[in-house]
């Protein structure tokens, strides 16, 4: 089993700042990409930002130059700096990793956490 648990959500005013964490727990070996998706609602879950292991990134037209990706391989995390926020950042955001290798030999494609709330608000 893997466990991705989201941190750092919440309320901020246009302009400002976030950074979101997401720590990748269980018998982990390694984790191809990680990364972030979001959801506002009655709109489809989005690609924001991925970064695979050797740390080539991909970014969403809509946060390129303001939103920064991260992560830190030995301990299998991946955080999200998040700068100059719009109103239409605001959405659930979801950390996702894939082809994590576990130690006992098995592949796991496609975990999401449960999601952290981004509210982008005066």
Avoid at 86 to 107: F, H, K, M, Q, S
Wanted: charged fraction near 20%; glycine fraction near 10%; aromatic fraction near 8%.
């Amino acid at each position: 089993q893997v466990q991705l648990v989201e941190s750092g959500g919440g309320l901020v005013q246009p302009g400002g700042s976030l950074r979101l964490s997401c720590a990748a727990s269980g018998s982990i070996v390694s984790i191809h990409v990680m990364g972030w998706y979001r959801q506002a609602p009655g709109k489809q879950r989005e690609l924001v930002a991925t970064i695979r292991t050797a740390g080539m990134t991909t970014y969403a037209d809509s946060v390129k130059g303001r939103f920064i990706i991260s992560r830190d391989n030995a301990k299998n995390t991946v955080a999200l700096q998040m700068n100059s926020l719009r109103p239409e950042d605001t959405a659930v955001y979801y950390c996702y990793a894939d082809r994590v290798r576990l130690n006992n030999g098995v592949i796991r494609f496609d975990d999401w956490g449960q999601g952290t709330q981004v509210t982008v608000s005066s």
